[in-house]
T-cell receptor
Framework: DTEVTQTPKHLVMGMTNKKSLKCEQH?????MYWYKQKAKKPPELMFV???????INESVPSRFSPECPNSSLLNLHLHALQPEDSALYLC?????????????FGSGTRLTVV | DAKTTQPNSMESNEEEPVHLPCNHS???????IHWYRQLPSQGPEYVIH???SNVNNRMASLAIAEDRKSSTLILHRATLRDAAVYYC?????????????FGEGTQLTVNP
């Protein structure tokens, strides 16, 4: 399995809702990432997990809450979002140490906040 | 991370080679040069990376200038499937678990 699977593919949520994005990989990668991408813009890093520990938080608002329950799963919990948070949310994973083969990205969750 | 400069857009014809340039005049000795591409409606995809020597893989070739201040991604025979945004990224080590920071990239259009 050489994929990063993200669910759901599309999500519409209200500003008072709580929802979660899920990311899964079974490549044995020990680093996992959340990126946010607005239309016609490059992806922007949000969070980095290394060996299930949060290692980088790029000053992301607390309405975004990441969680890494185990080495294969990465969640992004969403609460009280704003319409400007509408974007494509991308998950990625990579090996820690050893031969570098780059990051593997999922196809993303397209989030619309209404 | 040091900054890269790429043209906003480039055009190519199908089955012709494509040379995508990237300038990185402030590159440090420990910066690796990475290339990713993003096809429409997909996440970015790793293409190739290198430090000093030219690199080849099944997708592309990476030519690195002797002074390392620029590099060129070479697609040997462009296909319509190669139409994508190509990102040139510098990263201060080969291992993972650190930042991979995307710039604006080059939008490649491939004409039939």
């Amino acid at each position: 399995d050489t994929e990063v699977t993200q669910t759901p593919k599309h999500l519409v949520m209200g500003m008072t809702n709580k929802k979660s994005l899920k990311c899964e990989q079974h490549m044995g990668h020990r680093a996992m990432y959340w990126y946010k991408q607005k239309a016609k813009k490059p992806p922007e890093l949000m969070f980095v997990y290394s060996y299930e520990k949060l290692s980088i938080n790029e000053s992301v608002p607390s309405r975004f809450s990441p969680e890494c329950p185990n080495s294969s799963l990465l969640n992004l919990h969403l609460h009280a979002l704003q319409p400007e948070d509408s974007a494509l949310y991308l998950c990625a994973s990579s090996q820690e140490g050893g031969q570098y083969y780059g990051y593997t990205f999922g196809s993303g969750t397209r989030l619309t906040v209404v | 991370d040091a900054k890269t400069t790429q043209p906003n857009s480039m055009e190519s014809n199908e089955e012709e080679p494509v040379h995508l340039p990237c300038n990185h005049s402030t590159i440090s000795g420990t910066d690796y040069i990475h290339w990713y591409r993003q096809l429409p409606s997909q996440g970015p995809e790793y293409v190739i990376h290198g430090l000093t020597s030219n690199v080849n893989n099944r997708m592309a070739s990476l030519a690195i200038a002797e002074d390392r201040k620029s590099s060129t991604l070479i697609l040997h025979r462009a296909t319509l499937r190669d139409a994508a945004v190509y990102y040139c990224i510098l990263r201060d080590r080969e291992t993972s678990g650190s930042r991979l920071t995307f710039g604006e990239g080059t939008q490649l259009t491939v004409n039939p």
